[in-house]
């Protein structure tokens, strides 16, 4: 059974770093693209970044700069690098993968930025 766990979240100053993680496990042999979400207090939730099999990643414009993704192709894990955090960047932050042509989605993990 396919799962997959974010891991990483925290509560930070404005201004700081944090570092998501996230990793797929389960009965699969193909990963392609993997990505994050993120959902703030009664809104919907965004995409933020996405990065393919072959390491070409792609920014929201609110993220672009300070975010950046990255993949352990051999633990099938992802990770997002996340600086000049602020307060708009507080949400639950969700791992999404393709495995074998079907989307996954993890529980979440939250972030909270503040002053």
């Known amino acids: 059974q396919v799962q997959i766990a974010e891991s990483g979240g925290d509560l930070v100053q404005a201004g700081g770093s944090l570092r998501l993680s996230c990793t797929a496990s389960?009965?699969?042999?193909?990963?392609?693209?993997m990505g994050w979400y993120r959902q703030a207090p009664g809104q919907e939730r965004e995409w933020v970044a996405t990065?393919?099999?072959?390491?070409?990643?792609r920014y929201a414009p609110s993220v672009r700069g300070r975010f950046t993704a990255s993949r352990n192709h051999a633990e099938n894990s992802l990770y997002l690098q996340k600086n000049s955090l602020n307060a708009d960047d507080t949400g639950v932050y969700y791992c999404?993968?393709?495995?074998?042509?079907?989307?996954?989605w993890g529980k979440g993990t939250q972030v909270t930025v503040v002053a």
């Open positions: 990065i393919n099999r072959y390491d070409h990643a």
């Open positions: 389960g009965g699969f042999r193909t990963s392609f693209a």
């Open positions: 999404t993968a393709e495995l074998d042509g079907v989307d996954y």
